[in-house]
């Protein structure tokens, strides 16, 4: 039986380049939509067939080397490296000079132990020593909802904390990955704004730190750190209720919309094509989809991206 293949047009066009799909030329989505299109396949052979210097960015969250086997599929942690690295050489390729890599990884303990494992960490070297890619900054995601675990160390011998931050690492091919700060400005916290109000004292801090009169301007909001603190129990989310409402399962393995929106915002621009290689529930190409960005979403599993359908208001079960 034939895959259907839905195309719905956003209510914008893409304001710059022709829709992404003609960078996988003879390749045929599971659907698509005025901005992008979703395939089901391994990412591996569907990148191989993209031109070079095609993506703005890469934003993708991929299995994680966990101890226990999770249904979505995962590698061990002594193969994680040499299993990734073949998909990094080819997100390197397909990424513009000054594209972006961002890839959101979470750590785990080694097994039997109360040892923290080091394969993310190896697995970064590897990407700026092995692969070529330079370090941008790294970052985090605090999620203040994450439950406890594992439960041996942390709830009955009680010799860990709580785990609720997990990993961003932000790569470029080049030293000089285009980026504005400008875009991800938050609110001025009341403090600042009081201070604003009143003004600022010119000094030295003890610190070393000079501060002039120009740190009294105000700006349009104050420059974020690099901890996105989000947690991921969106219960209520129009994509969960439109999945339960026909009894759906999803993928257990989402991250919040929140990771992929900053990325998205900080580094690309309208019309920029943004992939993700490892796409599940395509929280990725939903995200760039609403700030007009064209996207690329490849997953193995076709049960999780026909599901990711409905983010579009496209129904595959009908």
């Not at 700060?181 to 009143?198: F, G, H």
């Not at 009894?247 to 621009?269: M, Q, S, Y």
Request: charged share 25%.
């Amino acid at each position: 039986m034939a895959r259907p293949r839905t195309r719905q047009r956003s209510l914008l066009e893409p304001s710059a380049g022709e829709h992404p799909s003609c960078l996988l030329a003879g390749a045929s989505p599971l659907y698509d939509t005025g901005f992008g299109a979703a395939y089901i396949g391994d990412s591996l052979e569907l990148m191989r067939a993209i031109p070079a210097e095609s993506a703005q960015a890469v934003i993708t969250s991929p299995p994680y080397a966990l101890h226990f086997k999770k249904e979505y599929g995962n590698v061990d942690k002594q193969d994680y490296v040499d299993w990734f690295l073949p998909f990094a050489a080819e997100i390197k390729r397909i990424l513009k000079p000054d594209g972006s890599f961002v890839l959101n990884i979470g750590g785990s303990y080694n097994p039997g132990i109360p040892t923290r494992s080091l394969y993310h960490f190896r697995l970064l070297v590897s990407l700026c020593d092995d692969v070529g890619f330079h370090l941008a900054q790294e970052c985090f995601w605090l999620n203040p909802a994450k439950l406890p675990a594992p439960a041996e160390w942390v709830n009955v011998r009680r010799i860990r904390v709580k785990d609720s931050v997990e990993y961003i690492w932000w790569l470029s091919p080049s030293e000089w990955p285009a980026a504005d700060n400008r875009a991800v400005l938050n609110p001025y916290s009341d403090d600042m704004e009081r201070l604003l109000k009143k003004g600022f004292t010119a000094k030295k801090r003890p610190s070393g730190h000079n501060i002039t009169k120009k740190f009294g301007k105000r700006h349009d909001g104050s420059i974020p750190s690099n901890v996105i603190v989000r947690g991921n129990n969106d219960s209520n989310s129009k994509f969960i209720r439109a999945c339960a409402e026909r009894g759906l399962k999803l993928n257990p393995a989402r991250f919040p919309a929140a990771l992929p929106e900053f990325f998205v915002k900080f580094l690309t621009r309208p019309g920029d094509v943004v992939v993700d290689p490892f796409a599940g529930s395509n929280t990725t190409g939903s995200i760039a989809e609403s700030y007009d960005r064209r996207w690329l979403a490849f997953e193995l599993r076709e049960d999780y991206l026909r599901t990711s359908a409905l983010r579009f208001g496209i129904d595959l079960f009908e």
